[in-house]
Each structure stands twice: as structure tokens, then as C-alpha cells.
């Protein structure tokens, strides 16, 4: 059966304005020039009350245990660059990080260039199933980014098992150091 309701597109007569179309645009241009305005006074007063209240900041002691912290995280952060270094890698590391770099880079190439092919065209309205969206070419281009996902995650997880030793390392050179040095 028909529907008593005309399609939005035949609202609109040839040579006549989309009110509605016009009003989403002045409000998302509305909204974007609020939000930077908004944005940009928020850095204009953190950066005068960091100017104006540096003395102040100044005189609170600081934590002697979020400077550890601070600490201990630059360097951790420091063992990891050093452990990330490609030069450092070893090759399954080297070998994942280039195939994870690789198959997403491909997969992103595919999607973009080759949309058309990957994925079919549907409106928002319409109701439809996951697997009538994507082609072939879509499921090939979805399973080279997840793989490629899949290969980072190792190269991470490798990445940070070799930092941790790393660290772990350096604080047991670092006991051993003031052991020697204790007076006994």
C-alpha cells in the first residue's frame, strides 16, 4: 500500500528553498563559532591564571610521591623510545609492525578509492543487514585493517614486555648499587 505521506523529496518543488536544510547549517555554523569562541576563552584564562598565580604555585611544596611517579613514568617513557627504536628491534617485531602498517595503509586505500566497490549505497531510513552494506571487496578491506590491528597489538605487547624488563633491569642495578654503597 502506499504511504498517505509524500517522500521528503517531492516537498521540495523545483526552484523552491529547503527551509530545513538552510536552519541545520546556520545551526551546526552556530555551533561550531560558539564552541571555538568558547575554546579559546578557556585558554585565555588558564594561561593568564598561570601567569598571574605562578607565585603562588610556587610556594605549595611539592609531592615528594607524585614526583616518583613522575618519574618512574619519564623514565619508563625513556626505555620505551629506546626500546623502540628500529634500529633496536628485533626482526618479528620489525616484521609485525611493517605488516600491521601495511595491511591497514591498504585496507584505508581500498575503502577510500575503491568505496564504491567495498560498500553499497543506502540511506539512513533504510533498514538493512550488514552483510547486504558490504561487497567482497569491503570484507577483504575489513579483514586486512582487523589483521593488521591484530599484528600492532603484538608488536605493543612485545614492545612493552621488553620495556618492563628493561626497567626492571635498571632497579635491580640500582638495589645492587646502594647495597654496595650501605656501610655495613
Known amino acids: 500500500p502506499a504511504s498517505p505521506y509524500p517522500p521528503p523529496s517531492e ?3 523545483v526552484g523552491s528553498a529547503n527551509y530545513w536544510e538552510m536552519a541545520s547549517a546556520v545551526a551546526l555554523g552556530v555551533a561550531m563559532i560558539s564552541m571555538s569562541c568558547t575554546s579559546f576563552a578557556a585558554v585565555y584564562y588558564m594561561e593568564h591564571t598561570m601567569e598571574t598565580k605562578q607565585s603562588e604555585c610556587a610556594a605549595y611544596p611539592t609531592d615528594e610521591e607524585v614526583e616518583a611517579r613522575e618519574l618512574k613514568v619519564a623514565a619508563k617513557s625513556v626505555a620505551y623510545k629506546r626500546v623502540t627504536r628500529w634500529n633496536n628491534l628485533p626482526v618479528v617485531d620489525r616484521v609485525l609492525l611493517a605488516g600491521a602498517v601495511t595491511l ?3 585496507a584505508c586505500h581500498m575503502a577510500g ?4 566497490d567495498c560498500f553499497s549505497t543506502f540511506t539512513v531510513t533504510c533498514t538493512v543487514e550488514l552483510v547486504d552494506v558490504v561487497k567482497t571487496l569491503g570484507w577483504v578491506a575489513i579483514g586486512c585493517f582487523v589483521f593488521g590491528v591484530v599484528l600492532f ?6 614492545a612493552k614486555k621488553r620495556t618492563r624488563s628493561v626497567m626492571e633491569s635498571k632497579s635491580r642495578d640500582a638495589e ?9
Open 11 to 13: 516537498y521540495a518543488e
Open 104 to 106: 591497514m595503509t591498504s
Open 113 to 116: 578509492n575503491f568505496g564504491s
Open 153 to 158: 597489538n603484538l608488536y605493543q605487547r612485545g
Open 176 to 184: 645492587n648499587t646502594q647495597t654496595a654503597e650501605t656501610p655495613k
